[in-house]
């Protein structure tokens, strides 16, 4: 969704088959999306628990696991970018993420690579790259970015992630823009919301400091420094923006980080509990002052916020290596 007065996007992390050829194609024409996102955790549901993949997985009995998962991948990516590809003619988004092997995450040719031939196999303009916001991935995020591909740098925790991030983007665009014409290709900044909170709540919550709000502090804080750089192609994407076990309305973190130039792409249930009572209101900017004095404040409760950022950050790609083994041993079968 593109909220016309504000500039704020809403894209669906959730890709799945049978999903793609009806439901999905109702939002994009509703205005409801006008972009999707996927990772090895949401292929890995889709492909254990959808029948739609029956027939290919036939198909591909003879091949190794991760060509199968490629394959798959390949076809329900291009479908969704085929989908999104008339937002993305006019300008409203209209894009969708894959992402690299998660255990190519320390190895930036092997990123490279792999991020190029799958660019080459969707075979469509509208796909953004994603790669794992870590010290290999910030090489081939600016190499991605200077051959005119659209990237996403994900499991972004840290303000220094952020920073490294948005720096590789933006030389690999300079690079790009010496020899073309244009606005150049798109990067995402995918910030990880929830996961503080999960994490944190409770103690800060003793501590007396207000729960569910370091993750979008910590948010805004990064928002204020993607905005700073003024570069019309690049935004900050709010994820991990799902709730659980009912802690907080389901659509808390959509509302509370609704920004102009900003993206926030969320689980479908996120999504249609947003859609019952939408909110037309910016919440971002916050002040850097205010932000300050918030961390300060969390500081003194006894929080380490670089453990809390290298913690996550370790957690994260665990959890997305976790995923893609998961997959792969039930392709295997």
Excluded at 77 to 94: S, V
Excluded at 251 to 272: C, F, G, Q, R, W
Aim: negative net charge; aromatic residues 10%.
């Amino acid at each position: 969704m593109i909220n016309e007065r504000i500039g704020f996007s809403l894209w669906l992390d959730f890709i799945e088959r049978d999903y793609l050829q009806q439901e999905f194609k109702r939002l994009i024409a509703e205005g409801v999306i006008n972009g999707a996102t996927s990772n090895p955790a949401i292929f890995a549901s889709s492909i254990e628990t959808s029948a739609a993949y029956t027939a290919q997985l036939d198909e591909l009995q003879n091949h190794s696991a991760k060509a199968k998962y490629e394959a798959i991948a390949i076809k329900d990516i291009k479908t969704a970018a085929e989908a999104l590809f008339p937002l993305y003619e006019e300008g409203k988004d209209g894009l969708v993420s894959i992402e690299v092997d998660p255990f190519l995450c320390d190895d930036m040719d092997a990123t490279v690579e792999e991020g190029q031939r799958l660019y080459r196999k969707i075979g469509m303009e509208n796909v953004m790259i994603k790669i794992p916001a870590t010290d290999a991935g910030y090489g081939a995020m600016s190499q991605l970015i200077s051959e005119g591909i659209h990237v996403n740098a994900t499991l972004i925790f840290s303000p220094m992630q952020a920073l490294k991030s948005l720096d590789a983007m933006q030389e690999g665009l300079k690079i790009w823009r010496a020899t073309h014409e244009g606005a150049g290709p798109q990067g995402v900044f995918s910030v990880f919301v929830s996961r503080f909170d999960r994490m944190l709540d409770k103690r800060l919550e003793r501590a007396g400091v207000q729960p569910g709000r370091l993750g979008i502090v910590n948010a805004a804080r990064i928002y204020n420094i993607v905005e700073a750089r003024g570069e019309s192609v690049f935004r900050t994407l709010f994820a991990s923006t799902g709730v659980k076990d009912n802690a907080y309305e389901a659509d808390y973190y959509i509302k509370e980080l609704m920004a102009s130039h900003s993206v926030n792409t969320a689980p479908l249930a996120t999504i249609e509990a947003f859609l019952e009572h939408p909110l037309h209101a910016p919440k971002l900017p916050m002040d850097d002052e205010a932000i300050e004095t918030f961390f300060k404040i969390v500081e003194e409760a006894g929080v380490d916020m670089q453990n809390v950022y290298k913690t996550l950050i370790e957690e994260g790609l665990e959890s997305f290596k976790d995923a893609f083994s998961r997959l792969l041993s039930h392709l295997e079968r």
